[in-house]
């Protein structure tokens, strides 16, 4: 396995690892690291966020869920199917992550967390310094 797949490998289980976490956070009683993070990215630290609307716990659910299973996938073409087609792969990582940090770091500033941008650029480097050697392609 190349020092590419390693650290595309490392990135996609963070991201699954981040994924749960906020798919747990759609408990009650599990979701003490969300609201703390909420807090801290939402200032002032004031406890003002409570996750405990139905509706947020869903957001959360269902951003978790797809954020699991977007690791999950970025690990299977990190895999095999980076070596046997790099260039393709690639370029679906880097602008399925490009993507992502777009409209994350957007929404969060629509929604008064702008903080949460900096989290976001370490996601971001996680995926891209891996690829920092290869060609940046950006087609499909």
């Not at 869903?58 to 999950?72: H, M, N, Q, R, S």
Request: glycine content about 8%; charged content about 10%.
């Amino acid at each position: 396995m190349t020092s590419e797949q390693k650290g595309l490998r490392l990135a996609a289980g963070v991201t699954m690892l981040t994924g749960l976490a906020l798919a747990l956070a759609a408990v009650p009683a599990l979701n003490l690291p969300m609201r703390l993070l909420a807090d801290i990215l939402i200032w002032p630290l004031d406890q003002a966020q409570t996750i405990a609307l139905p509706e947020t716990r869903l957001a959360f659910a269902i951003a978790g869920g797809v954020l699991t299973a977007w690791g999950l996938m970025i690990w299977h073409l990190a895999g095999e199917l980076l070596q046997s087609a790099p260039k393709p792969v690639r370029a679906i990582i880097r602008t399925s992550v490009l993507c992502w940090f777009v409209v994350d770091s957007a929404g969060s500033v629509a929604a008064g967390a702008a903080l949460n941008i900096l989290p976001n650029l370490v996601f971001l480097a996680l995926f891209l310094v891996p690829m920092r050697g290869a060609r940046a392609t950006f087609a499909a």
